[in-house]
C-alpha cells in the first residue's frame, strides 16, 4: 500500500439542466456537462487553472503533478485539499518544488483536450520509457473492453460532451472509469488513481472515447501502459510516438471492430469472433 | 484594405497513408491527419509551441497572437516566416511586445482542444464585449450552412481526427474553411483571416464542430460575432458564457435539427423548413 495523501473528497453537481428550442420551437429541457475553473496552489503558490466536470478533482490534481512531471513521488505530497466554494485547491508538500517558475515557463500548446498545456521536455522522456514486449492482448478481451464502456452509465450518455478514459486489467476488467470536459484530464485523473493505489501500467489497457493525438500516447507511455485504444481515431505524431515506443495503438473501437495501428504482435487475433453477434 | 504583414506561404502534406490491420487480420492503408510542433518566436525570443496539421500556419500565428491578446494591432506585426524544415516560426514585431514575460505567465489549461492554454484575463474582457443587439439569423440560412459544412471537402472526410471551423455572412456565404487537430487553432486561424482581411464579425456567423466550450465562446465573442453554431453540444460555463453575453448559441446543428441554447431572439424561425427533404 503506497502512501497516501490527506485528500478532500469534494463534489459537486456535473451536470446542469437548461431550456433549449429545437428547429420546430418546441421547448424542453436538456442536461449539459459542468464545466467549472479549479485553480491549484502549491504550498500558497498559484499554479495553474484547470478546466474540468469536477468529478475528481483531487484524482486529477494527484495525475496532472504527476503527469506535468511537477512531482516525482507521491510521498512527497502531504494533502490537496479541494474547495469548490472557491474554486480552488490547496497543495502542500512535504519539501516543496524546487525552481517552480523555471520548470512551469517551458510551455507546449498542445492538440489534446483539456490539459492543453504541458510543460516541456515530455518528448525528452519518451526517449526513456520501455514498454513490456511480452505483454498481448487477446481479441476477444478487447471486445469485452469495448463493451463494457458501451454498457458504463456515464454523464457522456446522459449530457454529452465529455471524453471519458478507462483502465483496465489485462483480462479486461475495468479498473477505473473517469469522465472529464477535456480528455486529457480524464488521462490524468486516471494517473493520479493509479499513483494513490500503487498500480502499475505495464499488464494494463487504457481505452479513450478521444483522438490518439501525440500527448495522449506520451500519457499513455508515462503511466507505463502498453495497449491504447480508443474509439477514435490517431494522428501522424500519434502514430510517430507509439511506433517510437512499441506501443499498442487500437484505433476506431466500435462493436467488433478496430483497426491496429502500431505494436500488432501483441494482438493474439481471434478473428472468428468478429463474427459472433453483438449482444444487445 | 488593412495593413498586411510580410507572410510566409509555407505548405505541408496535411495527411499521411499508414498501414492498419482490422479484426480480421486484413491489412490495409488509411490517411491520418498531419500533428506537428511549430515553436513561435517573437523577436527571437521564444514563446510557445503549437500543435497543428499545418494547414494555415500564418493565420493560425496571427490569430493566436491577436486572441492571446499578445498584439493589439495587425499593424505591429512586421512579418510572420514560417519554416517547416526547422518547425519554427518568425514573427518581428515593429516595436516588441512589453512585458512578454509577465504576460505569459498566468495561465489556464483549457477544456478546448489544441489552443489549450490561454494567458490569463479571458474572463476579465468578456464584461467589456458587446454584441449586436439587432443582428438574426433565418433557419433556412442555418440550414444552408449546415448543409455547406455537410458538402465542404475536408481532411477530416478523408482523415478523420481533425476538427472544422467556418466563418460565414449573415446570408449564408461560406467565407474562411480551416481545419486542424485542435479546434481551438482552428478558431483562432479564423481569427488572423479576419484580421488580415480586415473582416468584422457583427455580421457573420461562427460554425465549429467542436464543443462549445467556455473558451470556444468567449473566442467567439472576442471576434464580435453574434452567432456560434455546433454540430456538436456545449457545456455549463460555455453556456454561461453566452447567456452573459447575449451571444445565439446553437447546438446540435446536423441535417435539419438543432438546438437553441441562448439568444434565441435573434432567431427567425422557419418551422415549417424542418419538414422539407434533406437535398442529398
Redo the contacts between chains.
Keep these: 500500500m503506497s502512501h497516501r495523501p490527506l485528500l478532500s473528497n469534494a463534489s459537486v453537481p456535473l451536470t ?1 439542466e ?1 431550456e ?6 418546441r421547448l424542453s429541457t ?1 442536461s ?6 479549479l485553480t491549484l496552489y502549491i504550498d500558497k503558490r ?1 499554479l ?5 466536470l469536477g468529478g475528481a478533482p483531487e484524482s486529477l490534481i494527484l495525475g496532472y503533478l504527476r503527469n506535468q512531471r511537477l512531482v516525482k513521488a507521491i510521498e512527497d505530497i502531504e494533502a490537496i485539499q479541494v474547495d469548490w466554494e472557491v474554486e480552488a485547491a490547496a497543495i502542500t508538500t512535504r519539501n516543496g518544488i524546487a525552481d517552480l517558475a523555471e520548470r ?1 515557463s ?12 504541458v510543460f516541456g521536455g515530455l518528448m525528452d522522456e519518451v526517449d526513456k520509457i520501455t514498454l513490456p514486449a511480452d505483454a498481448r492482448l487477446r ?1 476477444g478481451t478487447l471486445y469485452k473492453i469495448v463493451d463494457t464502456i458501451r454498457t458504463q452509465q456515464s454523464i457522456y450518455k446522459q ?3 465529455v471524453h471519458g478514459c478507462a483502465l483496465f486489467s489485462g483480462d479486461g476488467e475495468m479498473l477505473y472509469f473517469v469522465e472529464d ?2 480528455r ?1 484530464n480524464a488521462v490524468d485523473s486516471i494517473a493520479g488513481r493509479m499513483w494513490l493505489d500503487g498500480v502499475r501500467g505495464e499488464d494494463k489497457v487504457f481505452y479513450t472515447t478521444g ?1 490518439l ?3 495522449m500516447v506520451i500519457k499513455g507511455a508515462q503511466m507505463g501502459i502498453p495497449f491504447l485504444l480508443s474509439r ?8 510517430m510516438v507509439a511506433e517510437k515506443l512499441g506501443m499498442t495503438l487500437l ?1 476506431r473501437c466500435t462493436g ?6 502500431t505494436g ?1 504482435e501483441r ?1 493474439i ?1 481471434e ?1 472468428h469472433l ?1 463474427d459472433v453477434l453483438r449482444v444487445a
Excluded: N, W, Y
Design positions: 446542469k437548461v433549449v428550442m429545437d428547429e420546430r420551437g436538456i449539459i456537462p459542468a464545466e467549472r475553473p498559484e495553474v487553472t484547470l478546466m474540468t512551469t517551458k510551455r507546449v500548446v498542445t492538440t489534446g483536450c483539456g490539459q492543453g498545456s481479441q449530457a454529452g460532451s470536459v477535456g486529457h483522438r493525438t501525440s500527448e477514435s481515431g490517431t494522428t501522424q505524431m500519434g502514430h484505433a467488433k471492430h478496430f483497426l491496429a495501428l500488432k494482438l487475433m478473428p468478429a
